[in-house]
């Protein structure tokens, strides 16, 4: 881990869902599939900032997800 990964703060739940733009429930899901890298301080999870990107990045890339982006209100 890097200091720039420890320096920053772990994220919550919903924390996680605002950056990926998704609902708590499916950060939930990606969890239980093994998908999403977390932590899991006693029975809440947390994420860390920079895994989490990395993880938001690869699903650009890869084809086992796709970022739909959102249509103008």
């Known amino acids: 881990m ?10 919550t739940v919903r924390e996680c869902a605002r950056y990926l733009n998704m609902s708590v429930s499916w950060v939930y899901q990606q969890v239980e599939a093994g998908s999403l890298p977390h932590a899991k301080l006693g029975s809440r999870l947390r994420f860390h900032p920079a895994r989490v990107r990395d993880f938001a990045a690869s ?9 739909i982006p959102l249509r103008g209100r």
Do not use: T
């Not at 699903?59 to 970022?67: E, H, R, T």
């Open 59 to 67: 699903l650009v890339g890869g084809a086992s997800a796709k970022i």
């Open 2 to 11: 890097g200091h720039s990964e420890q320096s920053e703060a772990l994220w």
